[in-house]
């Protein structure tokens, strides 16, 4: 499986970004899939994650009313729209793929991993 994230950059504060994760090697629409990221010095975060059919979405405290999930199944492809973006934002963003067809706020869940994006939020 492999999946490959884009979109991400410099941006302004208060500006918008959006992620692209393309997936494949496996049924992109029998998974949940999700967005986490790293800000320098701290951990891996969840960000958000949606399910399979896309139905049901979920998102961090901190991101959510900001940040969009979505998925187009047809095209192998998870989205991260990025509104009113702020610095603390600033992270590599990082595209999951879980095992099951709901999403969950935690690593465990997670069997696939893309390599990352950077996205930088200046103020």
């Known amino acids: 499986v492999q999946l490959q994230a884009s979109g991400g950059g410099l941006v302004q504060a208060g500006g918008s970004l959006r992620l692209s994760c393309a997936a494949s090697?496996?049924?992109?629409?029998?998974?949940?899939m999700g967005w986490f990221r790293q800000a320098p010095g701290k951990e891996r975060e969840f960000v958000a994650g949606i399910s399979w059919t896309g139905a049901s979405t979920h998102y961090a405290g901190s991101v959510k009313g900001r940040f969009t999930i979505y998925r187009d199944n047809a095209k192998n492809t998870l989205y991260l729209q990025m509104n009113s973006l702020e610095p603390g934002d600033t992270a590599v963003y990082y595209c999951?793929?879980?095992?099951?067809?709901?999403?969950?706020?935690?690593?465990?869940?997670?069997?696939?991993w893309g390599k990352g994006t950077q996205v930088t939020v200046s103020s």
């Open positions: 090697g496996r049924t992109f629409g029998n998974y949940a």
């Open positions: 999951a793929g879980y095992g099951s067809m709901w999403p969950q706020p935690r690593e465990d869940g997670v069997e696939y």
